[in-house]
Protein backbone atom coordinates (compact mmCIF):
# COMPACT_ATOMS: atom_id res chain seq x y z
CA UNK A 1 0.00 0.00 0.00
CA UNK A 2 1.13 3.66 -0.60
CA UNK A 3 1.27 4.67 3.06
CA UNK A 4 2.23 8.45 2.80
CA UNK A 5 -0.81 9.35 0.59
CA UNK A 6 -2.44 10.85 4.02
CA UNK A 7 -1.07 14.26 5.51
CA UNK A 8 -0.98 13.87 9.67
CA UNK A 9 -3.67 16.29 9.83
CA UNK A 10 -5.77 14.62 7.33
CA UNK A 11 -5.73 10.86 9.38
CA UNK A 12 -6.33 12.93 12.30
CA UNK A 13 -9.41 14.64 10.78
CA UNK A 14 -10.84 11.00 9.68
CA UNK A 15 -10.16 9.54 12.85
CA UNK A 16 -12.43 12.41 14.59
CA UNK A 17 -15.40 11.19 12.38
CA UNK A 18 -14.59 7.55 13.05
CA UNK A 19 -14.59 8.61 16.85
CA UNK A 20 -18.01 11.12 16.53
CA UNK A 21 -19.85 8.14 14.47
CA UNK A 22 -19.11 5.44 16.69
CA UNK A 23 -20.18 7.65 20.09
CA UNK A 24 -23.95 6.62 21.73
CA UNK A 25 -23.95 8.00 25.09
CA UNK A 26 -21.66 10.29 23.43
CA UNK A 27 -23.75 12.02 20.80
CA UNK A 28 -26.63 13.55 23.62
CA UNK A 29 -23.91 14.62 25.53
CA UNK A 30 -22.41 18.64 26.04
CA UNK A 31 -18.95 18.35 24.32
CA UNK A 32 -15.89 20.34 25.65
CA UNK A 33 -12.72 20.89 23.93
CA UNK A 34 -9.65 22.97 25.00
CA UNK A 35 -11.56 26.29 23.04
CA UNK A 36 -14.37 26.23 25.93
CA UNK A 37 -11.98 25.61 29.08
CA UNK A 38 -9.43 26.88 30.99
CA UNK A 39 -6.02 24.37 32.00
CA UNK A 40 -4.90 23.47 35.54
CA UNK A 41 -2.61 21.95 37.41
CA UNK A 42 -2.67 17.90 38.37
CA UNK A 43 -4.82 16.86 35.66
CA UNK A 44 -7.25 19.27 35.83
CA UNK A 45 -9.26 22.10 34.01
CA UNK A 46 -11.92 24.60 34.46
CA UNK A 47 -15.34 24.73 32.14
CA UNK A 48 -16.64 28.44 32.65
CA UNK A 49 -19.91 28.94 34.08
CA UNK A 50 -21.88 32.02 32.77
CA UNK A 51 -23.00 34.73 35.40
CA UNK A 52 -26.64 36.29 36.12
CA UNK A 53 -27.57 39.88 36.19
CA UNK A 54 -30.52 41.14 37.20
CA UNK A 55 -32.01 43.96 34.68
CA UNK A 56 -32.86 47.08 36.52
CA UNK A 57 -35.84 49.27 35.99
CA UNK A 58 -36.11 52.99 35.58
CA UNK A 59 -38.34 55.68 34.69
CA UNK A 60 -39.04 56.15 31.15
CA UNK A 61 -38.06 59.98 31.25
CA UNK A 62 -35.32 59.66 33.86
CA UNK A 63 -32.92 62.22 33.25
CA UNK A 64 -30.97 62.96 36.31
CA UNK A 65 -30.50 59.18 37.93
CA UNK A 66 -27.06 57.31 36.96
CA UNK A 67 -27.52 54.30 34.90
CA UNK A 68 -26.48 50.79 37.57
CA UNK A 69 -23.82 49.44 36.28
CA UNK A 70 -23.14 45.38 37.42
CA UNK A 71 -20.14 43.48 37.58
CA UNK A 72 -20.31 39.91 35.52
CA UNK A 73 -18.82 37.05 37.81
CA UNK A 74 -18.46 34.06 35.77
CA UNK A 75 -18.15 30.75 38.05
CA UNK A 76 -16.10 27.68 36.83
CA UNK A 77 -16.47 23.70 37.79
CA UNK A 78 -13.56 21.63 37.96
CA UNK A 79 -12.73 18.91 35.07
CA UNK A 80 -11.00 15.82 35.79
CA UNK A 81 -8.53 14.99 32.77
CA UNK A 82 -6.76 12.17 34.32
CA UNK A 83 -7.49 9.74 32.06
CA UNK A 84 -5.41 9.39 29.00
CA UNK A 85 -6.81 7.00 26.55
CA UNK A 86 -4.04 5.61 24.03
CA UNK A 87 -4.65 3.44 21.55
CA UNK A 88 -1.10 2.13 20.07
CA UNK A 89 -0.03 -0.42 17.86
CA UNK A 90 3.21 -1.32 15.58
CA UNK A 91 2.17 -2.35 11.86
CA UNK A 92 5.53 -4.71 10.82
CA UNK A 93 7.59 -4.27 7.48
CA UNK A 94 5.31 -7.33 6.25
CA UNK A 95 2.13 -6.44 7.27
CA UNK A 96 2.82 -2.73 5.61
CA UNK A 97 3.87 -4.27 2.39
CA UNK A 98 1.70 -7.26 2.01
CA UNK A 99 -1.36 -7.30 4.61
CA UNK A 100 -2.47 -3.34 5.18
CA UNK A 101 -4.81 -2.60 1.76
CA UNK A 102 -6.90 -0.07 3.18
CA UNK A 103 -5.09 1.99 6.61
CA UNK A 104 -8.60 3.67 7.43
CA UNK A 105 -10.30 0.68 7.64
CA UNK A 106 -7.63 -1.94 8.96
CA UNK A 107 -5.49 0.18 11.00
CA UNK A 108 -7.26 3.69 11.79
CA UNK A 109 -10.77 2.42 12.73
CA UNK A 110 -9.98 -0.21 15.26
CA UNK A 111 -8.16 2.16 17.11
CA UNK A 112 -10.15 5.16 16.74
CA UNK A 113 -13.06 2.40 18.10
CA UNK A 114 -10.66 1.42 21.19
CA UNK A 115 -11.22 5.28 22.31
CA UNK A 116 -14.44 5.50 21.92
CA UNK A 117 -15.10 2.32 24.01
CA UNK A 118 -12.82 4.12 26.61
CA UNK A 119 -15.17 7.47 26.33
CA UNK A 120 -18.58 5.54 26.50
CA UNK A 121 -17.15 3.77 29.47
CA UNK A 122 -16.22 7.56 31.26
CA UNK A 123 -19.74 8.93 30.46
CA UNK A 124 -21.33 5.30 31.57
CA UNK A 125 -19.27 5.62 35.10
CA UNK A 126 -20.76 9.29 35.74
CA UNK A 127 -24.41 7.84 35.16
CA UNK A 128 -23.76 4.82 37.16
CA UNK A 129 -22.92 6.70 40.19
CA UNK A 130 -26.00 8.71 39.93
CA UNK A 131 -28.63 7.24 42.72
CA UNK A 132 -31.91 5.56 41.00
CA UNK A 133 -35.00 6.93 41.69
CA UNK A 134 -37.60 3.90 42.60
CA UNK A 135 -40.41 4.22 40.32
CA UNK A 136 -41.48 0.45 40.36
CA UNK A 137 -45.06 1.03 42.01
CA UNK A 138 -45.38 4.12 38.96
CA UNK A 139 -44.46 1.72 36.13
CA UNK A 140 -46.80 -0.16 34.29
CA UNK A 141 -46.22 -3.04 31.47
CA UNK A 142 -49.35 -1.61 29.64
CA UNK A 143 -48.39 2.08 29.78
CA UNK A 144 -44.88 2.04 30.24
CA UNK A 145 -44.91 5.89 28.67
CA UNK A 146 -46.01 6.95 31.38
CA UNK A 147 -42.16 7.03 33.46
CA UNK A 148 -41.31 9.93 30.94
CA UNK A 149 -44.08 11.80 32.05
CA UNK A 150 -42.96 11.50 35.56
CA UNK A 151 -39.03 12.28 33.89
CA UNK A 152 -40.50 15.42 32.63
CA UNK A 153 -41.76 16.37 36.34
CA UNK A 154 -38.85 15.51 37.74
CA UNK A 155 -36.34 17.62 35.56
CA UNK A 156 -39.17 20.52 35.75
CA UNK A 157 -38.81 20.43 39.76
CA UNK A 158 -35.23 21.38 39.29
CA UNK A 159 -35.90 24.36 37.34
CA UNK A 160 -35.22 22.70 33.81
CA UNK A 161 -37.08 24.78 31.02
CA UNK A 162 -38.49 21.42 29.41
CA UNK A 163 -40.58 22.90 26.81
CA UNK A 164 -37.54 24.30 25.28
CA UNK A 165 -34.26 22.15 26.34
CA UNK A 166 -33.28 19.57 24.09
CA UNK A 167 -34.49 16.40 26.11
CA UNK A 168 -32.50 13.10 26.09
CA UNK A 169 -33.48 9.61 27.92
CA UNK A 170 -30.76 6.39 27.53
CA UNK A 171 -33.42 3.92 27.92
CA UNK A 172 -32.29 -0.03 29.74
CA UNK A 173 -32.64 -2.90 26.88
CA UNK A 174 -35.91 -4.69 29.33
CA UNK A 175 -37.54 -0.97 29.21
CA UNK A 176 -37.18 -0.89 25.27
CA UNK A 177 -38.39 -4.45 25.34
CA UNK A 178 -41.87 -3.17 26.96
CA UNK A 179 -41.81 0.12 24.90
CA UNK A 180 -41.72 -2.34 22.27
CA UNK A 181 -44.33 -4.87 22.94
CA UNK A 182 -46.49 -1.96 23.92
CA UNK A 183 -46.72 -0.25 20.34
CA UNK A 184 -45.22 2.69 22.04
CA UNK A 185 -42.45 2.68 19.43
CA UNK A 186 -44.64 2.40 16.27
CA UNK A 187 -43.94 4.96 13.87
CA UNK A 188 -47.33 6.72 14.26
CA UNK A 189 -46.36 7.70 17.62
CA UNK A 190 -42.76 8.41 17.06
CA UNK A 191 -42.80 10.37 13.89
CA UNK A 192 -39.55 7.96 12.80
CA UNK A 193 -39.45 5.12 10.95
CA UNK A 194 -36.04 4.73 10.57
CA UNK A 195 -35.26 5.27 14.19
CA UNK A 196 -34.53 1.88 15.24
CA UNK A 197 -32.70 1.68 12.28
CA UNK A 198 -30.27 4.33 13.25
CA UNK A 199 -29.90 3.45 16.97
CA UNK A 200 -32.64 5.94 18.01
CA UNK A 201 -35.93 4.96 19.37
CA UNK A 202 -37.24 7.92 18.32
CA UNK A 203 -39.04 10.71 20.50
CA UNK A 204 -41.23 10.20 23.66
CA UNK A 205 -42.62 12.65 25.51
CA UNK A 206 -40.30 15.30 24.52
CA UNK A 207 -37.50 12.95 24.76
CA UNK A 208 -35.25 11.78 22.24
CA UNK A 209 -34.78 7.80 23.23
CA UNK A 210 -31.48 5.70 22.74
CA UNK A 211 -30.71 2.10 23.72
CA UNK A 212 -28.02 2.00 25.75
CA UNK A 213 -26.70 -1.52 26.94
CA UNK A 214 -24.36 0.66 29.48
CA UNK A 215 -26.73 1.38 31.57
CA UNK A 216 -29.08 -1.30 34.10
CA UNK A 217 -31.31 -3.13 31.85
CA UNK A 218 -34.34 -1.74 33.74
CA UNK A 219 -33.26 1.81 33.91
CA UNK A 220 -34.04 4.95 31.81
CA UNK A 221 -31.86 8.22 32.26
CA UNK A 222 -33.74 11.53 31.53
CA UNK A 223 -31.44 14.90 30.91
CA UNK A 224 -31.35 17.96 28.97
CA UNK A 225 -28.35 17.03 26.28
CA UNK A 226 -26.52 19.38 28.22
CA UNK A 227 -27.22 17.52 31.24
CA UNK A 228 -23.70 15.57 31.15
CA UNK A 229 -20.45 16.90 29.45
CA UNK A 230 -17.63 15.16 28.33
CA UNK A 231 -14.37 17.32 27.85
CA UNK A 232 -11.28 15.89 25.35
CA UNK A 233 -8.17 17.41 25.54
CA UNK A 234 -5.30 16.08 23.10
CA UNK A 235 -1.58 15.79 24.13
CA UNK A 236 0.69 18.12 23.06
CA UNK A 237 3.18 17.10 19.66
CA UNK A 238 6.02 15.70 20.35
CA UNK A 239 8.95 17.69 19.83
CA UNK A 240 11.01 14.95 18.19
CA UNK A 241 7.34 13.68 16.03
CA UNK A 242 7.80 13.85 12.76
CA UNK A 243 4.48 12.91 11.62
CA UNK A 244 1.83 14.26 14.31
CA UNK A 245 -1.36 16.36 14.69
CA UNK A 246 -3.86 17.29 16.73
CA UNK A 247 -7.16 17.41 15.29
CA UNK A 248 -10.41 19.06 16.76
CA UNK A 249 -13.72 18.74 15.53
CA UNK A 250 -16.86 17.43 16.18
CA UNK A 251 -16.32 18.90 19.46
CA UNK A 252 -13.72 16.54 19.74
CA UNK A 253 -10.29 16.49 20.07
CA UNK A 254 -8.07 13.76 19.35
CA UNK A 255 -4.63 13.76 18.95
CA UNK A 256 -2.90 11.06 15.90
CA UNK A 257 1.14 10.04 16.27
CA UNK A 258 2.81 8.19 13.37
CA UNK A 259 6.58 6.94 13.51
CA UNK A 260 8.83 4.30 12.47
CA UNK A 261 11.61 1.88 14.82
CA UNK A 262 14.28 0.77 12.91
CA UNK A 263 15.33 -0.82 15.80
CA UNK A 264 12.77 -3.51 15.53
CA UNK A 265 11.13 -2.49 12.08
CA UNK A 266 8.00 -1.63 12.72
CA UNK A 267 5.76 1.66 11.68
CA UNK A 268 3.92 2.70 15.09
CA UNK A 269 0.39 4.26 14.95
CA UNK A 270 -0.95 5.97 18.06
CA UNK A 271 -3.97 7.67 18.46
CA UNK A 272 -5.02 9.22 22.20
CA UNK A 273 -6.61 11.74 24.24
CA UNK A 274 -7.49 12.93 27.70
CA UNK A 275 -11.21 12.71 28.59
CA UNK A 276 -13.01 14.06 31.54
CA UNK A 277 -16.92 13.49 32.01
CA UNK A 278 -19.64 14.31 34.93
CA UNK A 279 -22.55 16.08 35.90
CA UNK A 280 -22.92 19.74 34.07
CA UNK A 281 -23.87 22.46 36.87
CA UNK A 282 -27.16 23.32 36.84
CA UNK A 283 -27.86 26.71 38.72
CA UNK A 284 -30.93 28.32 39.57
CA UNK A 285 -31.26 32.20 39.08
CA UNK A 286 -32.71 34.24 41.94
CA UNK A 287 -33.08 37.83 41.34
CA UNK A 288 -34.04 40.41 43.42
CA UNK A 289 -35.30 43.31 41.69
CA UNK A 290 -35.51 45.24 44.34
CA UNK A 291 -31.78 45.21 45.45
CA UNK A 292 -31.01 44.28 41.57
CA UNK A 293 -29.06 41.66 42.52
CA UNK A 294 -29.04 38.11 40.69
CA UNK A 295 -27.83 35.00 42.94
CA UNK A 296 -27.28 31.38 41.09
CA UNK A 297 -27.92 28.45 43.42
CA UNK A 298 -26.86 25.57 42.34
CA UNK A 299 -29.63 22.56 41.99
CA UNK A 300 -28.30 19.10 44.04
CA UNK A 301 -27.64 16.42 40.91
CA UNK A 302 -27.86 19.37 37.83
CA UNK A 303 -30.52 18.03 35.11
CA UNK A 304 -30.08 14.81 35.08
CA UNK A 305 -32.53 11.89 36.63
CA UNK A 306 -31.98 8.43 36.73
CA UNK A 307 -35.58 6.04 37.24
CA UNK A 308 -35.65 1.87 38.24
CA UNK A 309 -38.42 0.34 37.05
CA UNK A 310 -37.88 -2.45 39.29
CA UNK A 311 -37.62 -1.97 43.61
CA UNK A 312 -34.78 -0.98 44.99
CA UNK A 313 -33.42 -2.43 48.28
CA UNK A 314 -33.28 1.27 50.31
CA UNK A 315 -34.10 3.25 47.02
CA UNK A 316 -35.11 6.68 47.07
CA UNK A 317 -39.17 6.97 46.04
CA UNK A 318 -40.36 9.23 42.94
Known amino acids: MTFNTYTADEIGLVAVK ?3 AGLVLGQNVARHTDNDFASG ?9 PGA ?6 SLRDKMTAVVF ?7 VSVDLSTHLVSAVKIGDAELSLDVRDFSAQVLKPQVEAVVDGIETAIADVIADIEATDVSEDYDDETPTKIFTLGRRALRNRGVDVANDDLVAYVGGNVVDVLLDS ?10 ADALRKGSLGRIAGFQCVESGRIGADEVVFATKSGIFLATK ?19 TLRYLRDYSADYLVDRSVVSTFVGAGIAPLYDIVRDYDTGEATAEPVEGGAVVKFSTVALEGGTDA
Open 18 to 20: LAD
Open 41 to 49: AAGKAYLKV
Open 53 to 58: LTARAR
Open 70 to 76: DEIAEDR
Open 183 to 192: GALDFSKTGD
Open 234 to 252: APAIPEGANFGAVVTAEGL
